[in-house]
């Protein structure tokens, strides 16, 4: 679910820009900048990237119940896990005015537009009952160590924290017994 949760964040900034813009092209991409050898990605160039540079697991729901599984059959279903996607939107444009104006465009978008349901987004997975986008204070030492984790040098951007994407192995586990007869323990039927 995390892939189908950051696509769903491109998509959706994508659709935003487009309509400011006035052009069909995609300017927000889901990648990193720099490639797995320390190499700028020259493919993006002139985008704003989108990456995850981190998770965690969401505290407030962690006590949930267990939930039913897809298949309907009596079996161990672990409650779904809820995380929290960091995500760093960098815009990493040639002209610095132009990578301002698109790091504005998302702050922007994300102010206006910051709880999606399958109510007001009908392109959010069936697996989401909400993704909510909270921009996230970023201190002058989380960014150099961001950067740094990153390999890239500083690009203007912010991060975000996307809130309430669900993990659930569909799966079941051990076999639930069946329960046949009632009766006491100890006591003859």
Request: net charge neutral; glycine share 8%; with cysteine.
């Amino acid at each position: 679910m995390i892939h189908t949760a950051l696509s769903f964040f491109v998509e959706e900034l994508n659709a935003y820009l487009q309509s400011i813009i006035r052009s069909p092209e995609n300017k927000a991409v889901l990648s990193t900048y720099v490639n797995h050898e320390g190499s700028v990605v020259t493919t993006n160039q002139d985008k704003l990237c989108v990456t995850l540079v981190n998770l965690e697991q969401e505290t407030t729901t962690r006590n949930a119940p267990a939930g039913k599984n897809a298949v309907g059959t009596p079996g161990r279903l672990n409650p779904t896990i809820k995380l929290n996607l960091y995500v760093l939107c960098a815009a990493n444009f040639t002209d610095y005015l132009e990578a301002l104006k698109f790091l504005s465009y998302t702050l922007a978008f994300f102010q206006g537009k910051n709880v999606f349901t399958p109510q007001n987004s009908p392109r959010l997975d069936a697996g989401f009952d909400k993704l909510i986008v909270e921009l996230e204070r970023t201190g002058y030492d989380e960014w150099s160590k961001v950067w740094g984790m990153l390999g890239g040098k500083y690009l203007p951007g912010v991060v975000y924290k996307l809130r309430m994407v669900p993990v659930q192995n569909e799966r079941p586990g051990a076999p639930l017994p069946v329960i046949s007869t009632i009766g006491q323990a100890g006591s003859e039927a």
